[in-house]
């Protein structure tokens, strides 16, 4: 081991330099909008493209802290993608709302920071640290409408909430740490997996505080309340990034963690509480997915309704983790990309019919879209059926992967309701493109043109198609590892 | 195992009984012979004029906020400063970049005018 | 054989060339030629192949082409791969050939609408989706066409979303889309749930394996496959718009009448049919199921014919049609005549192609009116569309020697022999109500006064590109049913049984599973099938006694049994019974539940106990200052209590 690997950091070492050393100088001395959001698209692709460069440089880096290649690399890219198209849509929205502060994009690529770091991270503190860094950012950016009440309301509700779960997952941090003696997800998953452990009470509660934190992260049930508010308030574009990118990140932090105290197999030392904690997942994933889809169903704000798709999603995501076996962490992979890639979209159009005084983001306002701008509703309907997990669109596949590591595990049960409550959600996620195409529009507002959104918008389409045309692509890459 | 972290728990109900008996014996045995004086709130300072809530000037929270990032920057000073030879240059480099990232921070708000008062 | 692989890729890409430029191409004549043409194409292909495979020896058949690894992951192996066998060519044949006709047709009869070219890109899409259910090796690929058909189906359902639609519970064609795509998905959890089981015990989801694999797992009768079995016929009920999901199929009739034709009549519905005969070992092996998909398949044929008989919707006695010949179809399934099933399919296929686009010349020419009421005589206006409207309704009758009598019949003396003579009365039953409808609905059409405003309404024969196809149609459906001649009339003519013959490969190993009935029937054979033609003529003659001379007579009859009428008249309440069931607690749960108890009662009441008739405003004030996110807190610790709870429990006693 040497102390410090300067290829594998590299991505890391590059963005937080051109975020902290160079970038805040620059914005403090040059106020040009336009530099900085250039400046900062330049970081992010820069970033993604070593990260994406280096994948192949598998080791671990800083004593241990962070791992470097394969996994955490594929996190990177994704999360410096999903930041590019994010902000590629930002700009026109914000330019149109006339809130265009070029801290936006620093709070963009600070957040995507710590995505990086919860994604690299081999060590629980590593891990906190990110999970802050990326949490205190959208905290911000959910109130970046400073003058709007719902955007203030968000922002505050959503650090209250925020700030309590982190007290949860540091004080399951502690006492991991206090049953294995160590930080270090290696360490602590060989104390789990093997021999005896001088506290399998501590290592049970803390598995499960950190299954809680983490869990109100990604907006599981019922650590779910404050996403439909937050999503709704917020900024839309901020949303879009939140709801994806943050998710992802998330659960980018959750598997290794999962991997390490729920060791799934007979003759642990965490065998007295892997099943129960795997049930705890399960009933969690279970109950996330109805709540996010059944309460879908009865809202009549777009926002709203996408936040609550957006739990559901979650829901579908922690079958993956009930699992715990690497076809479940593939199953996750793939569909938080493909997630990502949707509903950033989705949000993305959402943003375009949107008002510059944040109105018309009611259902209803979606009315004849598909006759008015039919490129547009084209897309929405794409995204919908992805994200309602019609082949053959990535959406089916994330999903099909999932179930399948559930099955696998033993989880029919769990299947059962994923599949009724997928049932269910497509009912929401057609009464939109009912709405964009089979119903006529009372009063018409044309969506804003779509400028560098437009962008964001191809290459998610893309995306969503190719995945689902040809999934092998991503699925052979989470092979290599 | 468990035994190690019996002088703990001692030292834990010795602090429990020292506070608490302390607050209990005053009650029993101090003399209670209160005037009007003795109980304004600064008995020996100045007189309470109006109400003590009062809105604050929100760069008083700036000021405030951005001392104490920076005040808590030094405590990772002090472990440092007392390893530093056996970090050797590995950690003389890592503090001179959390240095530098600081110091572009500190930049940053001086030139926005955040510890300007007016 | 490579070239193979091109059937399903000639549609794809006129899909994509209509769909991207159609707009931009605005020619109606090359819109249409180009979507056609690539159908026609494929069609062109799979007669090669056909020819290919005629050429082989008969255990050969089969070929199976891989265009890619489409997805992998660990254990988990699915190729893009076509399978060509004696079973999907003959489906692809039928897509193909019919779809071909239909194409036509609608360059006729989609003339002059302001999305002409949206429309023939979905149905080349439709097209597309169809050939990769049919031709797929293995179940998730037939799930991508599975879904994709109703992807389709539902977008042409909702093709005039502008229109109204009078259907159950439903006013808008766009509507009537959504309830179709629902329901079916009801139906596709079943087959994924299916899928799901059977990777889990084989580690694949190609046929050809599982088929091999199942009889070596599960004996006959085992729950294991029953469940499974099940689970897929569920599927099947729902896009063949079986009982209990039957409900769909005819408030589909929203779409134009060429769609109804393709998709809700001669090619999608059948895929049930297909699912069954693919898998027909595993269906084999569970002799509940099979007496399940039976029993649900004659009781459909039967109610479906019965609410047939009282609707005046000329598309709708179609579609309550189809759903009844469907129920034959699975009958015929259920007993273990997988043959008779497949054929079925062919033949109607056919007719009911016949007869949809005949009805849609019939709507066509008294612009756009569909009550029968309203038309009679029309014979005279439109001779060509009478007269190949008269030949599907003799095949479909079950008038001897046609198509229709052939492939029914066939179903009905296996329902005999293979399942017992109620299953046959049934199905005779059924026929009756068949040929009663069928004539009824042709009476009140072609026969009679002319009931229609003479002012308004000047009926017309459709163009040639109409017509054609109704006369291509006509002719298969007078000799189609000659590829499967049954034995006890082709032997002593020496007429082989073609069909039977081609398709016996595919169904070898499943039969061998089914009980044998052996022993010479001829004698009972023959009785049966004059039984069951006499039912059917004097369903003929009864049917054109009532109503050829108007509705009078009908309308009396409609009275004295007021009570049955008003059952059929409302499809025995079923769209009531399923929303009063499912859609309004879902819906319910979902508004009073979840969002009345915890947003107003919990937020607005407890902790402000005050009405929840606040504006927008004061709501997010009040939600501000009463400090909801304590209330969010407490919710969370309730949570975090129980789960800590769950986890450490076992370990602290």
Redesign the interface.
Known sequence: MQ??DLVGSLPLIVI?LAL???G??I???VRNTKLVFGYYAGTLAVTGTLAALTSYHKTTAFQHMITVGGYANYFDVLFCAAGLMTMLAARPYLQRSESEYDEFYTLLVSAVSGMILMAHSNNLVVTFVGVELMSISFYVMAGFFKMQ??SV?AA??YF??GA??SG?LVYGMALLYGATGSLDYVDIGLAAHGGTL?F??LL??G???M??GLS?KVAA???H??AP?VYEGSPTAVTAFMSTAGKAAAFSAFIPIIMAVMPVGAGAAAA??AP??Q??LAI?AAITML?GN??A??QTNVKRMLAYSSIAHAGYLMMGLVSGS??GA??IL?YVTSYVFMQIGAFVIVGLVEKADGTNVMLDDYRGLGKRQPLLAGLMAVFM?SLAG???FAG??GK??L??SA??AGF?WL??VA??SS??S??FY??MV?KM????AEHATEPAPTGMAGITLAVATIAVVVLGV???LL??I??TW | MVESYIPLFVMILVGIIFGASNIVLTEILGPKRSTRTKLSTYESGMEPVKSARERFSVKFYLVAMIFILFDIEIVFMYPWAVQFKELGMYGFVAMILFMVLLFSGYIYVVKKGALKWD | MNYAALIPLFPLIGFLIVGLFGKRINSEKLVGTIASSAILMSFITAVATFMGLLGMPAEERSFTSTLYSWMAAGSFNVNIAYQFDQLSILFTLIITGIGFLIHVYSVGYMHGDKSFSRFFAYLNLFVFMMLNLVLADNFLLTFLGWEGVGLASYLLIGFWYDRKFDGSHITWTGDAAKKAFIVNRIGDFGVLAAMFMLFNQFGTLEYAQINKLAPAVWGVGDTAVTIITLLLFLGCTGKSAQIPLGVWLPDAMAGPTPVSALIHAATMVTSGIFLIARTNVLFALSPTTMAVVAGIGITTALFAGFVGLVQNDIKKVLAYSTVSQLGFMFTALGVGAFTAGVFHVMTHAFFKALLFLGSGSVIHGMHEEQDIQKMGGLKKYMPITYRTFLIGTLAISGIPFLSGFFSKDEILWFAFLNGSPVLWGVGVAAAFTTAFYMWRLTSLTFDGEERFDHHHVHPHESPKTMTIPLIVLAVLSVFGGLLGVPHVLGHPLHIPNLLEHWLEPIFAVGTTYLPKHTGDHTTLEFLLMGISTVVAISAIFLARSIYSKGTERAAGIAAKFGGIYKLLWNKYWVDEVYNGAFVAPILAASRDVLWKIVDVVVIDGIINGSARAVGASAGVLRRMQTGVAQNYALIMMVGIVAFIGMVLWPLLR
């Open positions: 102390p410090f937080w902290g050393a160079v805040i100088v914005q403090a001395f009440e719902r309301e505050l509700k209250l909430l309590f779960a949860f001088r399998p009470l049970a509660a598995a499960v505080l299954t809680i109100f049930f019922p650590f309340q404050w508010d007295a509480y129960q904690l049930m705890v969690i709540v059944i309460s169903i009865a690497a076809d593939a199953g793939f059926f019609i082949p053959p089916f596949f099909y992967l179930f399948l099955i696998e029919t299947t059962i599949v009724v049932v269910i497509v009912y057609l009464g009912v195409y089979f119903q006529e040809l999934p092998s699925l052979n989470y092979r």
